[in-house]
């Protein structure tokens, strides 16, 4: 680590020297402009003009190559903050092939095909990742899993629980290209207030764990449709489940200044009772797995309100 003095320069200008191995090693002469981004934990990162915008913005892919794994490929490349995905098959694009890349683009946020043949598949991402509020995306797969719990528990609906658990997963993915690319640019998360990088991977833990909440209420309704069977407790537990998802949300995008409190032990006991009172062993587990989820997201929480607090006693910037 290397330190510089602030000069005064004319009376207007304060300016600081660069070190000139730095210079040196991205080929840096004079005139040549830098990026200069100023984060949320006050710390000036530069950046020369020409890496800032070196970033490739389309890659070329072989079906082929991938034809089993294409939809995970797909995540990858969004996730890097490609716009431009072309894909090609020498041999064709296969009807499954054309299916599995529709249903993956049905989960990523902002892309359309703009382009189709059949051997050419021409992907655009249009979302503008500068804009994005992670903790709105957050707060809106609260508002989704409050929605499938009232279905669950009122008129049953499993159209409408399908159709939210499809959402989420969008969202959910949408969260992990954002967080994806504010590990190499910090400014991504500008948007979203985040005041500190070593806090990305607590929300990242928190919108996977309302993903798989998410999942377990799905495979619940899709068990109970299937089976017509009974889900005992079913109010007790969901709607204490409801509650804590309400507070939780409340927490993530009220910014208080007080250390969240989580669930308390006797809470968790009393749901965990009547979990266990739960004769159908599949609907169990899955309980059992939604409260273990929402305790973790409450933990997280804790991280991060305790984080805000610190910063609203002064006692980090």
Known sequence: METRKIQLIAGTTYSISLPKDWVKRHNLKEKNELM???????????????????????????????????????????????ENINLFSKKGISKDAEIKIRKTLANMSGTEITYEDKNNIKIKVFLDKSKIDILQVIYRIILIIESSITSLLGEFSIEEIRINENEIDRLYHLISKIISLSLTDAGILQSSNINYSSLITSYFLIGKKLENIADNINHIS?????????????????????????????????????????????????????????????????????IRYTIDIEEEIVIISFYNHLISQNIIN
């Open 36 to 82: 200069l981004y100023e984060a949320n934990d006050r710390s000036l990162i530069i950046t020369p003009h020409h890496i800032a915008t070196k970033k490739s913005n389309e890659i070329n892919l072989n079906i082929d190559d991938y034809l089993n794994n294409i939809d995970q490929i797909l995540f990858s490349v969004y996730y890097l903050g490609i």
């Open 222 to 290: 899709e068990h109970l449709n299937s089976s017509k069977g009974k889900f005992e407790h079913s109010k007790e537990i969901l709607l204490g489940i409801k509650e804590e998802m309400d507070i939780c949300a409340t927490a993530i995008i009220g910014n208080k200044k007080n250390v969240f409190e989580k669930l308390s032990s006797e809470k968790i006991k009393r749901i965990n009772s009547l979990i266990s009172g739960i004769k159908d062993k599949v609907i169990l587990n899955y309980a059992e797995d939604i």
